[in-house]
């Protein structure tokens, strides 16, 4: 089964965006679309292309299409929402087939952001999903597209956001009893995948277990990474396993998470006597080494594993020394790759952010280049910087831009070092690529967001205002050891850092690859 992308893009949609009627709003059980179709021949290549409004996993006769994860992937909704394209030849047989398509609330309206700028119902209130396969000779056939003529229901994934983890209960029944209500919705925002799917990558295996004094077991898996648990059980009878997740112990060597903050990051599984196999969560992830497994009375813990994500599973660098330490370090760097470029670029995969903060995704960058293929994400994030910039030129601290959409207190954009984000990328891509197509799509958002930091200069020095959430507030040299979190004391003036970085963006030419020539 693989993924496909431009492809297939050229096809006018006969798929509608639908939504089921069972969804009950955020925070309640994920939902299933259903439809049953006849194929009276298979040519061999049928093709697939899904998207929704949520998070999505997809059923073709009972066998889940595709192996990646977290699809349709996380962008700005409002302007643009991604496809996948799969080759489903292998699952059609002559007859009669049934589609399934569940759906979760995901990105598009999990609450995000930490607690005191919490946003809920960020993208929209009700999930939905737009599906079609194609057929004949030139993929002209419609076998089956989503309309008003699909059933839908509850699934037995009874509760999944990004932070709160999951509830699963296998002993429930899929039913379809209810129907789907059609969507007012733009299907020129529909665009194809842009970089590879979120896939896993090998399962970790525990390097220690133990009990604590409540006689929880708690599993070491040697390794932080962003992903999910996958395990195993055995059941007396109806049974309950409670999952929660940390990158750390505490100083006594006790179990801790309170880092996590306001994400409660936990998956609960209810089971009958059968008890489970190899379950995994849906339409999660979270940021861990250690979890901690607390299983009601007849429940047996048989295999779990630490199953890692990433949209760069495939390493490009190696490095090795005669030092252990900077050997670690090293694997440090590459796993935090890993673990933070999930769809989007993030600041850390564990507590109540997981967002795209441009600061970070600009000094990363040129590391990105080398230790992975990372032209397609970063490419991706561009486009959504581009998507994200104000009127005004300012490039938001976080893209795809929660606050945009729901406006809070504090303008969240506009700062240098974040917003410069939009010409260092791009340069970057450049001369490690050679990719000038996204120097010329990005270039005007370029041009608009220096036009907006010069605005700020006094006599060539950027002289950014000192009150959060002005224009061009500059959060300055951050994340040093002394200060308030809000704003940490910093070794250099705000007007310093504001103006190395208008120089970084500006002040020099770019350095040529031997191989190009000036253009």
Known sequence: MKMGRADTDGFAWAGKMVRPLSDKGE????????????????LGNE??????????????????????????????????????TYDVADLLRV??????IWVGDGWFRSPLMWIEERRVNVWGTRVAAIAEIRGGSGHDDILVATDDSWLSGETPVRKSQIYFGEIYDARFALRFEQGVAMVDFDR?????????????????????????????????????????????????????ILVEHAEILDQDGMFYNGNYRSAEAIIRVSSDARGLTDYSPHFTYQGFRYVRVTA???????????????????????????????????ENAVWSHRSNFVDVPTDCPQRDE??????????????????????????????????????????????????????????????????????????????????????????PAMIKWIDFVWSLTVDGIVRPPTTPGARGYCLGDWLQPKGPSSKPLPTIGDDAAAT???FISTGYRCARRPDHREG
């Open 296 to 330: 009601s009375e007849g429940v047996g813990i048989g295999r779990i594993q630490s199953v890692p994500i990433s949209s760069v599973p495939n390493s490009t660098a190696s490095f090795r020394t005669g030092n252990p330490l900077v050997n670690r370090l090293f």
């Open 95 to 100: 007859g009669e087939n049934e589609i399934t």
């Open 188 to 240: 020129n925002k529909l665009i194809a995948h842009e970089c590879g799917a979120v896939q896993e990558l090998p399962a970790l295996d525990p390097v220690a277990h133990w009990q604590d004094e409540q006689g929880r077991s708690i599993y070491d898996f040697g390794q932080n990474t962003a992903g999910y648990v996958r395990l195993s059980a055995t059941a007396e009878t109806d049974g309950n």
């Open 500 to 502: 190395f970085y208008l």
């Open 354 to 443: 997981r967002l795209g903060f441009s600061g970070d995704a600009q000094v990363f960058a040129g590391t990105a280049c080398y230790l992975a293929d990372s032209q397609d994400f970063l490419v991706k994030y561009v486009r959504e910087l581009m998507v994200d910039q104000a009127e005004d030129g300012a490039i938001s601290h976080i893209s795809p831009h929660v606050v945009r959409v729901k406006p809070g207190k504090r303008r969240q954009a506009g700062s240098t070092g974040w917003g410069d984000a939009i010409t260092v990328i791009p340069r970057r891509l450049y001369l490690q690529y050679g990719d000038r197509a996204i120097l010329a799509e990005a270039f």
């Open 47 to 84: 093709i697939l292309r899904i998207s929704a409004l949520g998070l999505y996993r997809i059923f073709i006769n009972g066998h889940r299409v595709g192996n990646d994860v977290l699809t349709p992937g996380w962008t700005n909704y409002d302007v643009r929402l991604s496809f996948q």
């Open 27 to 42: 925070g309640t059980p994920a939902s299933g679309l259903k439809r049953l179709f006849a194929v009276s021949k298979i």
